[in-house]
């Protein structure tokens, strides 16, 4: 079965730090670019960032870029996106996808970051 | 950036309705559309994509039409299972961007 299982949300102060982990099984993770997405609870989606197969090109929102750095490692099967300098407005559910290199075909069950004090 | 806007944000219908929602783009994006259905406390799943062509999985009662600027999503024959929220995406280029989203309720 295909899975991406993504973990390493919490509560976190602004300012903080936090690295998010998605785990995916079920298929060839080097096969395939990989996305962040986030969604504020009843809001709506919001791309955050891609990796290309080997990591070797990344794309980021503007409003994450020079914060979040997104990364993999394809022996692990495994996604990451380190978190830096976080603000209120980063709190939301944070999803992986894999897919091409610009649709997230298929997403993860979501991890929620919280970015209060 | 590309700007998508979605109308109505939200809608009410019966099962058996048949509904319009329309994504519009603030420049032409060809056909690089996809649509997004997305169920309460659930992962989005691709629905459309390349703006006409349906994912596996889902029923001819969806379809999405478009091109360039103005896209719609039809759902005929609204099936309890229907009512969900409803996102397009432009993945004509970086940053990816997302409509607002539609909510079909009853």
């Known amino acids: 079965e295909v899975q991406l299982e993504e973990s390493g949300g919490g509560l976190v102060q602004p300012g903080g730090s936090l690295r998010l982990s998605c785990v995916a099984s079920?298929?060839?993770?080097?096969?395939?670019?990989m996305h962040w997405v986030r969604q504020v609870p009843g809001k709506g989606l919001v791309w955050v960032s891609r990796?290309?197969?080997?990591?070797?090109?990344?794309a980021y929102a503007d409003s994450v870029k020079g914060r979040f750095t997104i990364s993999r490692d394809n022996a692990k099967n495994t996604l990451y996106l380190q978190m830096s300098s976080l603000r209120v407005e980063d709190t939301a559910v944070y999803y992986c996808?894999?897919?091409?290199?610009?649709?997230?075909?298929?997403w993860g069950q979501g991890t929620l970051v919280t970015v209060s004090s | 950036d590309i700007q998508m806007t979605q109308s109505p944000s939200s809608l009410s219908a019966s099962v058996g309705d048949r509904v319009t929602i329309t994504c519009r783009a603030n420049?032409?994006?060809?056909?690089?559309l996809n649509w997004f259905q997305q169920k309460p406390g659930k992962a989005p799943k691709v629905l459309i994509y390349?703006?006409?062509n349906l994912a596996s999985g889902f029923p001819s009662t969806f379809s999405g039409s478009g091109s360039g600027t103005e896209f719609t999503l039809t759902i005929s024959n609204l099936q309890p299972e229907d009512f969900a929220t409803y996102h397009c995406?432009?993945?004509?280029?970086?940053?990816?961007?997302f409509g607002q989203g539609t909510r079909l309720e009853i």
């Open positions: 996808a894999r897919g091409d290199s610009s649709t997230p075909g298929l």
């Open positions: 079920g298929f060839t993770f080097s096969s395939y670019w």
């Open positions: 990796i290309e197969m080997y990591g070797s090109m990344t």
């Open positions: 420049q032409s994006i060809s056909t690089y």
């Open positions: 390349g703006a006409t």
């Open positions: 995406q432009q993945n004509h280029r970086t940053p990816l961007t």
